[in-house]
């Protein structure tokens, strides 16, 4: 972790969850990194994500361009998504886990990072860190990431139960932890990633630097004429847990902005109002989701000057 003894910014990147529509964040942060000429983990010294968003925290925070993240993207999340099973679901997450991240640990990140997963039995956040640093307590058995690999935090955050299986971690410590995805306890991890630099960082708010991007709010797909009673069902159930996220992303913003107006943020999660724009969370079709992240590079349009005041005027 940097010294900021000097009063320098400490830069903070917050991604929302919301499964394929992570294909939005990736329009951002493509605009993103080629405004700033260079990659996101050499400007941003916590990047935080749930869900979807964690797996493009991680992916950033080792290093990774965002176009090749952007083509991991086109490659797999189509067939994850397709899966109709919540077995076949986590085998294919799982799949593509091990694919991407290896056996990589926390230990191998560039910056500091914060994967938000929620503890199924105790109702808890759990939180895998980089450094110790990022701790708000029991210091003397922080380990990076709870020493879990990258991809079984990942998978962990992803998994949106009941349409994912509950994924199972063990620790370095021992603890068998059964968790699912981050988004049931902050979908929109804004508040987590500035607590961290606040509370354990023991930063001044007005050193901070905060860019919260989400996956944008789109209208609910209809339910066809002749779909099935069962896929009728299925359709009303993911509507309610994208609902349920995104009151969770809603409130969350809303209380970052009552507690901490005085940090400086800027907040990409455009409303898209227009019937071709329907989606939800478990999109596959792959025209769509280009759509999707066009849409996420035209957010960023928006809001360029704002960032180039946040990230470099205030360097």
Known sequence: MPDFSDGRPCRILSLDG????????????????????????EVFDLIFGTSTGGIIASLLAL????????TLYEAHVPTVMRCRTPSEKSAALAALGTEIFGQRKFDAMKTGVGIVATKWV?????????????AHGRTGTFSS????????AVQASCSAYPFFERKVVTTDKGDVIELIDGGYCANNPTLYAIADAIAALKLDPSQLRVLSVGVGVYPAPKQSWFSTMRWASMLKSVQLLQKTLEIN??????????LYRHVPTVRISDTFEQPEMATDLFEHDLDKLNIVRQRGAESFAKQEDALKTLLIGQA
């Open 122 to 134: 105790i109702e808890r956040p759990m939180i895998f860190k980089t450094s110790i640093e990022q």
């Open 145 to 152: 990431g709870f020493g879990v690999l990258v991809s079984d």
């Open 18 to 41: 919301g499964g394929a529509k992570g294909f939005y964040t990736l329009g951002v942060l493509r605009e993103l990194e080629g405004m700033l000429g260079k990659p996101l983990c």
């Open 249 to 258: 992303t809603q409130s969350m913003d809303q209380l970052r902005h009552i």
């Open 63 to 70: 290093g990774t361009k965002v176009q090749d993240i952007a």
